[in-house]
């Protein structure tokens, strides 16, 4: 009885737990502050702009189109470390703000993650099926990575490209 008791009130309190976390909600990525956006200096056309918005943007700009459950706890705090993240790796609505060789070294970086099917996360394509990227996709996306960087080479000394750390050694 004593089992059965404990059992009875562990899940009133589970309950009434996760209850009182559906009030505590995080901070939305929504602001859509983009004056320093990839795109106000490097060309990016309709299709690159499309498949950005499709398999990248919700993690990796100021602004994330949220599902439904994302107003559910504890997964909308999942949903916000999720989206943190990926903008401290990389912030296309940020992009300018990086120093140059940071600039470089993330376009360097979209070609390696698409390459070894890192991006987008499997995690995120199995809910969003439509972010998964054919191989056409992918290989539009490192060309025009490839063009950016192409493009930087051209327009700013090669030092400036590379990490001061690097530079050092």
Not at 81 to 86: A, E, I, R, S
Not at 96 to 115: A, C, F, G, S
Request: proline share 5%; hydrophobic share 35%.
């Amino acid at each position: 009885m004593k089992i059965k008791s404990f059992i009875k009130n562990s899940l009133l309190v589970l309950a009434l737990v996760l209850l009182a976390i559906q009030f505590i909600h995080p901070e939305k990525n929504t602001s859509g502050i983009n004056a320093q956006s990839i795109e106000k200096k490097f060309p990016v056309n309709a299709e690159i702009s499309a498949v950005l918005k499709t398999a990248c943007n919700d993690c990796h700009s100021n602004t994330t189109v949220y599902p439904w459950y994302s107003k559910i706890q504890p997964v909308a705090w999942y949903l916000s470390d999720h989206v943190n993240d990926g903008k401290k790796h990389l912030n296309f609505d940020e992009f300018l703000n990086y120093p140059l060789y940071r600039q470089y070294h993330k376009l360097e970086e979209i070609d390696e993650m698409i390459v070894e099917d890192e991006m987008p996360m499997t995690s995120y394509t199995l809910i969003h099926r439509n972010a998964k990227l054919t191989e056409d996709q992918k290989q539009m996306l490192i060309q025009w990575s490839k063009n950016m960087r192409d493009s930087m080479e051209q327009w700013y000394p090669a030092d400036s490209l590379i990490s001061p750390k690097k530079r050092k050694s």
